[in-house]
């Protein structure tokens, strides 16, 4: 199968300085990778450049097996789920008309001159709702769901688009422990259903690795320091040496693992 995202050799360099280098990867469709390391490492950098919005310095980023040139269709069909966009929505936009702007490709709902949601638009982000269990949540303004029900509402705006790739870009920064863990065991039912988007999920915290996340790429300065099944890449010694600390221990949970810092 050829894969949906694969990066030959890759550089990025930004005012003479080396941000990426010789970085080599592959995604298919169907999995789900986490995107792991410290600040500075490279991990934004790796998600333009995989996602089209910018262009490498050296080497190859092919979709589909094709080196393309222009990508604004590429990017319509990219879910893009970062914890910034919550502070954009309206807050007085109700949570359905909230989804219906995945379509629209705007934030905040807005009724132009020129264009207008339709009765069907309004039925999909309620379909979009009830697929992820959240349809209870529709006629509640933006501004007053919790952190978690934010993030599922943002993720039911990215599925308007019919995306083959779902990005989350630190979607649990600023949750308390609480609605963290409600949010990760809700995003966890809906990546392991069959009919999940392909997705990539950038963290700093080991734990929000989620039994359905298969794959791990741990990042470190500029490199890939592992990248595979997540088994294989989360392991003491891996962190240890991309974060450069010790762990007192690793602990394996519920199919999560859990560092220790010593």
Request: charged share 25%; net charge negative; glycine share 8%.
């Amino acid at each position: 199968m050829v894969p949906m995202i694969e990066l030959q050799a890759v550089d990025y360099t930004q005012q003479e300085t080396e941000i990426i280098r010789q970085v080599s990867w592959q995604l298919r469709t169907g999995e789900h990778w986490a995107i792991l390391g410290p600040n500075g490492s490279g991990k934004t950098t790796l998600l333009k450049l995989a996602c089209g919005y910018e262009w490498p310095s050296g080497g190859r980023v092919l979709r589909h097996g094709e080196e393309l040139i222009d990508l604004r269709e590429w990017r319509k069909r990219i879910g893009w789920i970062a914890n910034d966009l919550v502070g954009k929505v309206p807050k007085r936009d109700l949570a359905l008309e909230t989804v219906v702007t995945g379509r629209t490709a705007q934030v905040g709902l807005r009724y132009l001159p020129t264009f207008k949601p339709s009765e069907q638009d309004f039925a999909d982000a309620a379909e979009r709702l009830q697929e992820i269990s959240c349809s209870h949540l529709a006629e509640k303004p933006f501004g007053v769901l919790s952190q978690g029900e934010r993030q599922q509402v943002l993720f039911a705006r990215a599925r308007m688009a019919d995306p083959v790739l779902l990005v989350l870009d630190e979607p649990c920064a600023g949750m308390d422990p609480g609605v963290r863990e409600r949010f990760l065991a809700w995003l966890d039912a809906q990546l392991s259903k069959p009919d999940g988007p392909t997705t990539l999920l950038v963290t700093h915290h080991v734990e929000e690795i989620m039994p359905s996340i298969t794959h791990t790429l741990l990042m470190s300065d500029g490199e890939i320091a592992q990248a595979g099944p997540t088994s294989e890449v989360v392991s003491k010694a891996t962190i240890e040496s991309a974060y450069q600390t010790k762990l007192a221990e690793l602990r394996e949970l519920g199919g999560r693992r859990w560092p220790i810092w010593g």
